[in-house]
């Protein structure tokens, strides 16, 4: 029963994230995989880390959240089933959202802020938009306003949520159509989101499958790379 594990919730190996400045998502994940049923982990951040939630959920957890103060969140997850992690679930959809901590550097405040915005654009329950649409939408409109990085990640994860290539081929020639062939050339068939795509399109000419393919594209363009990740990395800094 739930009453049981929350009983015992103070048990639960603690991982505090709140010296963090990198993206602590892939070392939870791989850490919650570890885990097994009806027991648990504690995830302490100073924002409440709504995006875990949704994360691990599609994992087999569930969980309780405690503000101790404006400045700690501690999350109990509890294993109630184990589930692979895989893109198609949501629990490895690359590029969660990283940037949050950007506004955690500013203020706590602000971070809680921004998740709870993230949270009622993107972890809708009720959503009228499926996702693989809201982040074609969001890719197009990143585009628009040469967000190239944005775009391409909105891209990557769309594809990830079975995007086929011929929707991209439909899409990218609406963009000749409305920018115009001049800054179609010169910005964005130079772009990373252009390369992105003409790396999706000949893999599959290929025969390559789309797992394959998505481990190619996160190994290029995943967080590591400069014109993709949205944390800052210094000079001989690893992510």
Known sequence: MTDDWEDRKSSFPVI???????????????????VEVDDGICVVQSFE??????????????????????HEYRVYFHRTEKKPITHESGADIPFKPTAILNYKN??????????????YIWDKDDSAIDPKTKLLLSMSN?????????ATRELIKAY???????????????????????????????????????????????????????????????EENPNVGTLYKEQGQAF
Do not use: C
């Not at 505090?16 to 570890?34: C, S, W």
């Not at 500013?106 to 949270?119: H, R, S, T």
């Not at 910005?187 to 790396?199: A, L, M």
């Open 16 to 34: 505090d994230v709140r010296k963090l400045t990198d993206n602590f998502l892939p070392m939870i994940l791989q850490k919650a995989q570890q």
């Open 49 to 70: 880390p709504k995006p875990l939630y949704s994360a691990l959920e599609d994992l087999g957890f569930e969980h309780v959240t405690e503000k101790v103060s404006d």
């Open 106 to 119: 500013i203020d706590d405040a602000l971070a809680n802020i921004v998740v709870d915005f993230w949270e």
């Open 142 to 150: 990143a585009i628009g306003a040469s967000r190239f990085r944005q």
């Open 160 to 222: 990830s949520l079975g995007v086929t290539v011929k929707e991209l081929d439909e899409l990218f020639s609406l963009f000749a159509w409305d920018q115009g062939i001049g800054h179609f050339a010169s910005e964005i068939g130079p772009s990373t989101v252009f390369g992105v795509y003409k790396h999706i399109k000949k893999r599959e000419q290929e025969g390559m499958d789309r797992r394959a393919i998505m481990d190619e594209i996160m190994e290029t363009f995943g």
